[in-house]
């Protein structure tokens, strides 16, 4: 079916705002649906988690809604939900957890193309232990992360491989089923970040091949809450440190402190968004999310297109990468202005794109890009339109006038 923009957009009550919202990959806007179910929650009675009071079993099933949730976006056992506050927090603790039982001579794998969320806490949690660590390489011009370097980092020594489904800096999807396949070889466990490949398309955690996978509601037009999902009996044989009285249940007892019932409520309502985007779609709501996910990919692959060949008309805008598959995600420089001036210019004329690392530290950090500034980044989300993305062309070319840099 052709995706319904006009009814798409009516959906995020931000947007009438006016602002060109080039900038999901730092957080989408959030749908009306999910403002609607955060607000009942305020304003309910609801207690903490007891099955003794309405109240108490109201954030029981808040909690029990969202696990199911996230388990049809994913593909996973509502049990093998952990929720928590953000993607980092999250793999901070699961690093914690597994790095416990590392030894020096172990080794762990993570990638330059990631976010460092799914870098920083491995290595730090390799270095407490005494472990190796071994870096995937990404190919600096198409921006690819070869598959076939994953047999010569893995060995049998080797925990654990961390790796992007989607990167947040270029848009690259590795091939991460056949990486999955190498870890599993030698017995490693597969931790995948999909905070950036969730929100454009179907996820399914055993395609993947993930033992681990974790996502940002706030990507994905929620409240800024996260997941990471696993088997439970994954969860089951890990012991995070916790609190004495706290659930030793899995997952709980990877959680930490008394949950934000409100936006866990605000997580469903994003699910039950997404699951909605193509209003033909029918089945459970696991095949409705594939429909209406694959409607929105189509929408925001379009757009993609019309965005990269009108950033490679113009001589002066320099892309980085050129991945085969890829999110719509897209890092640019325009010659003659340092990213931060362009996005500055874009931003004065109500165009919100990110400028900087964006946190892909080593991706810009190997490319010789990050002590000027790192880049531009131009993130499509389903809500996006082609005529924005004819807009944010013809600004650039008018940042480029202003600046007197011959961008056409
Ligand atoms: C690919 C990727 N991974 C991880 C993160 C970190 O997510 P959070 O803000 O939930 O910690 C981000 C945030 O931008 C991201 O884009």
């Known amino acids: 079916m052709a995706f319904d923009i006009a009814r798409t957009r009516a959906a995020y009550p931000a947007l009438t705002e006016g602002f060109v919202h080039f900038d999901g990959a730092g957080g989408t806007q959030t749908a009306a ?8 929650v305020l304003r309910a009675a609801v207690g903490n988690r007891s099955a003794a009071f309405t109240p108490g079993r109201r954030s029981l099933e808040v909690v029990a809604a969202a696990r199911q949730a996230v388990a049809d976006l994913l593909g996973a056992e509502p049990d093998g939900v952990v929720l928590g506050p953000s993607a980092t927090a999250l793999t901070y603790t699961l690093a914690r957890t597994l790095g416990a039982d590392w030894r020096p001579g172990d080794e762990v794998v993570v990638s330059r193309l990631d976010h460092d969320a799914n870098v920083r806490p491995w290595v730090q ?33 080797t925990r654990l491989v961390a790796v992007t489904a989607g990167s947040n800096a270029i848009g690259t999807v590795p091939d991460v089923p056949a990486i999955a396949k190498a870890a599993h070889a030698v017995g490693a466990l597969v931790c995948v970040d999909g905070v950036h490949s969730v929100p454009h398309g179907p996820t399914d955690l055993a395609s993947l091949g993930a033992d681990v996978l974790v996502t940002s509601a706030y990507k994905w037009s929620g409240p800024h809450l996260a997941a990471m999902v696993a088997d439970p009996a994954r969860w089951a044989e890990l012991r995070p440190t916790k609190l004495l009285p706290s659930s030793d249940a899995v997952p709980d007892r990877f959680e930490y402190g008394t949950p934000s019932f409100a936006l866990l409520a605000g997580v469903t309502a994003a699910v039950d968004h997404l699951a909605g985007l193509d209003p033909d779609a029918v089945g459970d709501r696991r095949a409705r999310l594939r429909a209406g996910l694959a409607a929105a990919q189509a929408h925001e692959e379009a757009l993609l297109d019309r965005l990269l060949a009108g950033l490679a008309a113009r001589p002066a805008v320099t892309i980085y990468g050129s991945p085969a598959r890829r999110c719509p995600t897209v890092s640019f420089r325009v010659a003659g202005t340092s990213p931060a001036a362009t996005q500055q210019a874009l931003g004065d004329a109500g165009f919100c794109l990110s400028s900087g690392d964006y946190y892909a530290y080593e991706y810009f950090q190997t490319m010789g890009l990050r002590d000027s500034g790192g880049a531009v980044r131009a993130s499509i989300y389903h809500y996006n339109t082609a005529d924005e993305v004819d807009r944010l062309l013809a600004e650039l070319d008018a940042v480029a006038d202003r600046t007197g840099t011959m961008v056409r």
């Not at 649906?33 to 009942?40: N, S, Y």
């Not at 390799?126 to 010569?152: K, N």
């Open 33 to 40: 649906g999910v403002i609607d179910a955060v607000t009942d």
């Open 125 to 157: 949690a390799a270095e407490a232990a005494g472990a190796t660590v071994r870096w995937a390489e990404f190919d600096r011009h198409t921006g690819e992360l070869p598959t076939g370097q994953y047999a010569d980092l893995v060995g049998e020594r």
